[in-house]
């Protein structure tokens, strides 16, 4: 309901701006019918009792995030980046959204080989926080880890990977720059090299032996805590 009533209020303040004649209506419609008629429209028998369909955002590009990012710095606020590259499982993917919703990331940065954003299942999964945080697929995450390290956005990044004696516990609290990209990777492949070398440093978490590793969602979760619990104040 409350996500409901978000997106209400969004997208009537989104036709205020654009001197909409009717800003009390959202601009959706909400219809009722019998689950066997949704069923026939969706094709499959549901159990979730409910349907939506809509436009995927296509105004988020990376021009947009640029833009994004430096009203952000220029406003001296902090700025919270989850870097997802090549993330190949949906139901994966819509976990780390709900993760970086939950943490207060800014906004989450997929590679161009990162599966879909907004397929049925990542929604599903991100129980709906995916229409919380924006979302935006760059051409080269490497050149985008980059650019965001150089000055006018002074960006630090943190490459989780497991070749690495550099432990979160290392960082104390406090001493975290307040504008931090945190990069998650492959599910069997981890972090592409190309990305792995644009970031500022290489991290994981301690974890005890005989566990060779996490999966990609719980080690987003414990980072981004982590992270965000290590900024300076």
């Known amino acids: 309901v409350r996500l409901l009533n978000d ?30 008629v949704l069923s026939k429209v969706a094709g499959f028998p549901i159990a979730r009792g409910a349907l939506a369909c809509g436009i995927v955002p296509t105004d988020r590009d990376e021009a947009w995030l640029n833009s994004f990012l430096q009203t952000k710095i220029q406003k001296s606020e902090p700025v919270r980046i989850l870097a997802l590259d090549g993330i190949c499982d949906n139901a994966n993917l819509g976990s780390m959204i709900r993760c970086a919703s939950a943490f207060g990331v800014n906004v989450v940065v997929v590679s161009q080989d990162t599966c879909d954003c907004w397929y049925r299942r990542t ?11 924006p979302i935006v697929r760059v051409n080269n995450l490497a050149a985008a880890v980059s650019k965001w ?3 006018g956005f002074n960006v630090t990044s943190y490459a989780a990977v497991l070749e ?32 792995r070398e644009a970031a500022t440093h290489k991290l994981r978490i301690q974890i005890e032996s005989g566990v060779d590793s996490l999966s990609v969602p719980v080690a987003t979760g414990i980072l981004l805590n982590g992270l965000r619990e290590r900024e300076a104040k």
Request: charged share 25%; aromatic share 6%.
């Open 149 to 151: 390290t150089s000055p």
């Open 7 to 36: 997106m209400e209020e969004a997208m009537r303040i989104r036709r205020e701006k654009r001197g909409g004649q009717n800003s009390n209506h959202p601009g959706f419609k909400v219809l009722i019918g019998s689950e066997s």
């Open 123 to 133: 929604i599903r999964v991100s129980m709906g926080h995916i229409f919380r945080i």
């Open 164 to 195: 690495t004696d550099y432990l979160l516990s290392d960082i104390k609290h406090g001493d975290l720059p307040k504008s931090w990209c945190c990069i998650m990777g492959n599910e069997g492949n981890g972090i592409s090299l190309s990305v």
